[in-house]
């Protein structure tokens, strides 16, 4: 018994139909492959698969063991090779890498967005960002969890430990490294970005512009987060030791001496070194004023009021 059957042959999205007439009934998938390579080419037997009804046809077995009949369609379309992905590229550990990368985990420990950093990556929305801009990292559960814990990554300022922990998993070294440099380096964006657009306030700070009237206004109270003069004379009175009535340029200064508060604002010190604001003697000076306020110290600096 013969079979007639009809290839369905793809070729630039289009489809075109040969007829096979006269195949032996017990032929075998492979003797359809000289009408393939009669109309693609000899190349062709490499490059093409053949499929009916969902089934990938195989070189070796007969055409009636995949139901096969008379007037059916068999699909010839082009070979999809399964690739293997690749694997990232992870660093080389030699002593060099190594010295390195402890050189820049120490720079980066000193950093005052070092902490913040740190913290970032407990965060399920930022360690996703870590984990999507390293190669690889996505499927190492083991480097994410070390990554994702401050004190876990803090064992590769020591270069013993950091060779020890390269060699291995190198993964854990090129996610680390990723952190120090442009993670980091978005942490620094962010703060920046916030010190630049200061938050808005219905008061100006300007020691001309202080009045009685502005401890008047808006008799409903002052706006959140912003600092008053009403909230700055009672600051000035406590670090004076007097009550005031009025703001003068005199009190001011008298108010922000320095003296012994640096002591007292350690804290707030440093969660405004944090946001970069660097100048100590300007931060406690605002502090000192605002009575210990972060947010109403932040606010007077950018403010202008205690420029030299």
Partial sequence: MALSIFLGIWSEEKLSRVRVD?????????????????????????????????????????????????????????????????????????????????????????????????????????????????????????????????????????PKECWAIAEKNPLILSAARYIITEFHKSTVAGASSALQTPPPSGHSYSLDALSDDDEEMEGDGPSS???????????????????????????????????SNSSRYTSQLRQMRELGLNDEGRNLRALTAAAGDVQAAIDLVFSGALDD
């Avoid at 390579?37 to 070189?59: I, K, R, W, Y």
């Avoid at 960002?129 to 590769?156: C, E, N, T, W, Y």
């Avoid at 000035?236 to 005199?250: D, F, G, H, N, Q």
């Fill in 22 to 158: 006269d195949l032996d009934f017990d032929a075998k998938v492979e003797a359809l492959m000289p009408y393939v390579t009669m109309e693609l080419g000899a190349d062709a037997s490499n490059a093409v698969e053949l499929t009916f009804c969902g089934h990938l046809l195989q070189a070796s077995k007969p055409l009636t063991s995949y139901g096969v009949t008379s007037g059916v369609t068999i699909h010839v379309t082009e070979s999809v090779v399964q690739r293997q992905p690749s694997k990232p590229e992870l660093p080389k550990i030699t002593e060099s890498t190594i010295q390195e990368f402890v050189s820049n985990y120490r720079s980066f420990k000193l950093s005052p967005s070092f902490r913040t950093t740190l913290h970032r990556l407990e965060t399920s929305e930022d360690l996703d960002k870590v984990i999507a801009a390293v190669p690889g990292l996505r499927s190492d559960p083991i480097a994410i969890a070390f990554v994702s814990k401050p004190d876990l990554l803090s064992q590769l300022e020591d």
């Fill in 225 to 259: 987060g912003a600092i008053t003069a009403a909230q700055l004379a009672d600051a000035l009175a406590a670090a004076s030791a007097a009550p005031v009535s009025r703001i003068t340029t005199e009190m001011l200064q008298q108010a922000l001496t320095p003296a």
